[in-house]
């Protein structure tokens, strides 16, 4: 189970399946950025929480079919999972790698094409990280799959935890981020934040969030006997100089208490600004984007 750590959780009364679909358009602010011309290249990633305690669940597996995904990066995968997963899905998806672990600690990423480099990141408080280079129709393209501290701190306590694990999850994602390559970068996972410093800490090196385009769809829910909780926990973080999101979903399907969250990109049209290392350094002769675009 994931919570927020911002806010503390909206409530929602429980309702029928809904899906949030947005074209492009414009993100806090800033000008649009025009989509690619049609017929240019599309790469569609997925991100989605599987639920460690429910694996193997057929209606939550049968989720992943939900669009004819390029990348599909999954959180809290279990070596049972694993079996499911390779079952079910390895001739769609011939490229896969996996990191299980028995808890919520497991990560993997699909693939339709080529995987040409798959790395583990260590782990800065309780989770690793998977870096996966994708050889895909948009090129070389490194997926980083994250499933950030929830909202505890080292005794189990959320009181303490909401207030602690703020700082915690930057620490994870700038420790991830530098270890990342200088080719295009689309950062995925349970953030396990709707907002914070570790999507801040992104935004200032040049990320941007896709889910912004959803219209507000939660992409998490926890049923209470009362109440339903929900919030928007899962992020697709794209590098803002190399992509432009053409299409964002979040697909209310499966028994997790995570949604799968959906993104289409093309690639930003030749004229932007080029990617960076995402360390903060530019060429000289770019300037960088709005903080928000």
């Not at 599987?50 to 939900?66: F, Q």
């Not at 070596?79 to 299980?100: D, Q």
């Not at 790395?119 to 990280?129: G, N, R, S, Y």
């Not at 939660?218 to 006997?225: E, G, N, S, V």
């Amino acid at each position: 189970m994931s919570t927020s750590s911002r806010g503390l959780l909206r409530v929602v009364a429980v309702g029928a399946t809904v899906v949030a679909l947005a074209p492009i358009g414009t993100i806090a602010g800033c000008a649009a950025v025009p989509p690619p011309p049609e017929g240019a290249g599309r790469l569609t990633v997925m991100s989605f929480n599987l639920n460690y305690g429910l694996s193997g669940d057929e209606d939550t597996l049968a989720a992943i079919d939900v669009c004819a995904c390029d990348i599909v990066a999954l959180q809290e995968v279990t070596p049972a999972w694993r079996r499911a997963i390779e079952a079910r899905y390895g001739a769609r998806y011939p490229h896969m790698h996996f990191i299980t672990s028995e808890g919520p600690g497991g990560l993997a990423v699909l693939s339709r094409t080529r995987i040409t480099r798959a790395d583990t990141l260590a782990e800065v408080t309780w989770f690793p990280a998977q870096r996966v280079i994708v050889d895909g129709p948009l090129g070389a393209v490194q997926v980083l799959n994250v499933h950030l501290r929830p909202p505890f701190d080292d005794d189990g306590s959320m009181v303490i935890g909401i207030f602690v694990t703020p700082e915690m999850r930057k620490r994870e994602i700038a420790a991830f981020r530098a270890q990342l390559l200088s080719i295009p970068t689309i950062v995925v996972g349970d953030f396990n934040e709707s907002s914070g410093q570790a999507l801040d800490h992104l935004g200032a090196h040049g990320f941007s969030d896709a889910l912004a385009l959803a219209n507000g769809q939660r992409t998490w829910r926890w049923p209470t006997p009362v109440l339903e909780l929900s919030d928007r926990l899962d992020h697709v973080m794209y590098a803002r100089a190399a992509f432009v999101p053409v299409e964002v979903r979040v697909v209310e399907r499966g028994r997790s208490d995570h949604f799968p969250v959906v993104a289409t990109f093309g690639r930003r049209p030749a004229a932007g600004p080029k990617y960076d290392d995402h360390t903060g350094h530019r060429p000289p002769a770019l300037s960088a984007p709005p903080p928000d675009c």
